[in-house]
Every structure is written in structure tokens, then in C-alpha cells.
């Protein structure tokens, strides 16, 4: 069975940093490609990016590819979401995904981390 | 704004039919088979539905069937149950190599 859980929300400053992180079991870490996506409290679904599996390359759609770093950590199965700068429109619940395609087919999600950035 | 477009709210009785739309373009939707549908229900996580146009994974209702003409693709619900009640957002890889989702919809059952 596949596992995904994230942690590491919480309240944060505008303009402050947060790091997420997603530990993943029941597959092959190594070979996932992990999405993180966030929903907004009442919006819909954003892609914050992707980390390619077998070598850890990114893509990031480009409203964020400046303020938001994705990683892993293969030998401990976890990835990884660096934010800076965070604004207040940046509050949302954070999911870690997988993809099961490579086309961003997003079958397994965890319960999402909230991150609330407010003054 | 979302890239890909669909209605706010649909609505239908138990036991009707009824159809969710997604519009994107030639470079998302009409470009590639690779559109999945997401089902949310209240204060749940999105759940994987429909994958690459029209494949139910594993464990998903037979009542649920996605289809694509063109730029648009549709996700039909057919039996209409209460339990069916929820957020749907479809979304579709494009060619910037990333994915785009919908706004989603709200499908009430009356």
C-alpha cells in the first residue's frame, strides 16, 4: 500500500521561509516523480512542480519557480519543499502527489500540510 | 483564472446522468491523452478518478466515464448517488511540460 504524508506547515511571517517534507513508502522512491500541488482555502488545485524520478530533475510551472525549490532525499524516501518569500497568497493546504505516468497522473495524494502566511 | 475551463456547478436527480465539460486548447486538452479527473468530496483529499481520457484506475465506480473531442474533454456520471457529491477539477499535461488544472465543479445531487 502506498503511503504519502507531509508535515512541516504552520504559521509563518510574509516574507519568510518554510521547508515541507513528504515521506513516501509502499514504491520504488528512487524511480517516482513526486508533484506538490496546492489548494487555497475554497479555490481549486495548482501545481507547484515536479521532481522527476532516476536523477531528480524539476519542472515548475512559472508563477513560483523563483520562490519555491523542490528536492529529495532518495536514500531516506522523503521529498522535499523549500518556499521563500512567502506572501499571503501563498496560504493554502500543500499536497505531496504521485505521479504515475510521468504525465502527471496524480494517483496517490497525502492529507496535506497547511501553510498559513499572515502577519 | 484557471487554464482549463469548466461550469461551477452542475447539478441532477439520484439516479440521472448527467456531464461535466473541460476546455483548454490545442496545447493542453486537445494536444495530448493525458487528462485525469480528480474527485473531492467535502473536506477531503482529491481522488483519482479518470486517467489519461478514460481510464477508471482501480476501485473506481463504472458509473464514472471520461471522453475527449477536440480541445474539450467530459466527465460523465451515470446512476446519479448522493455519495457522488463533490468538487471535480479535471486537469491535462501541456506542452510547457507541466499540468493544468480546471476551476473546478461542484455537482450537487438534488
Known amino acids: 500500500e502506498v503511503q504519502v504524508v507531509e508535515s512541516g506547515g504552520g504559521l509563518v511571517k510574509p516574507g519568510g521561509s518554510l521547508r515541507l517534507s513528504c515521506v513516501v513508502s509502499?514504491?520504488?522512491?528512487?524511480?517516482?516523480?513526486m508533484t506538490w500541488v496546492r489548494q487555497a482555502p475554497g479555490k481549486g488545485l495548482e501545481c507547484i512542480g515536479r521532481?522527476?524520478?532516476?536523477?531528480?530533475?524539476?519542472d515548475y510551472p512559472a508563477p513560483v519557480n523563483d520562490r519555491f525549490t523542490i528536492s529529495r532525499d532518495d536514500s531516506r524516501k522523503t521529498l522535499y519543499l523549500q518556499m521563500s518569500r512567502l506572501r499571503t497568497e501563498d496560504t493554502a493546504v500543500y499536497y505531496c502527489?504521485?505521479?504515475?505516468?510521468?504525465?502527471?497522473?496524480?494517483?496517490?495524494w497525502g492529507q496535506g500540510t497547511l501553510v498559513t502566511v499572515s502577519s | 483564472q484557471s487554464a482549463l475551463t469548466q461550469p461551477a456547478s452542475v447539478s441532477g436527480s439520484p439516479g440521472q446522468s448527467i456531464t461535466i465539460s473541460c476546455t483548454g486548447t490545442s496545447s493542453d486538452v486537445g494536444g495530448y491523452d493525458y487528462v485525469s479527473w480528480y474527485q473531492q468530496l467535502p473536506g477531503k483529499v482529491p481522488k483519482l478518478i479518470i486517467s489519461n481520457v478514460s481510464n477508471r484506475p482501480s476501485g473506481v465506480s463504472n458509473r464514472f466515464s471520461g471522453s475527449k473531442s477536440g480541445n474539450t474533454a467530459s466527465l460523465t456520471i451515470s446512476g446519479l448517488q448522493a455519495e457522488d457529491e463533490a468538487d471535480y477539477y479535471c486537469?491535462?499535461?501541456?506542452?510547457?511540460?507541466?499540468?493544468?488544472f480546471g476551476g473546478g465543479t461542484k455537482l450537487t445531487v438534488l
Open positions: 509502499g514504491l520504488a522512491f528512487s524511480d517516482a516523480w
Open positions: 486537469s491535462s499535461y501541456t506542452s510547457s511540460i507541466t499540468v493544468a
Open positions: 521532481i522527476r524520478g532516476g536523477g531528480g530533475a524539476t
Open positions: 502527489t504521485h505521479d504515475s505516468s510521468a504525465y502527471y497522473t496524480l494517483h496517490f
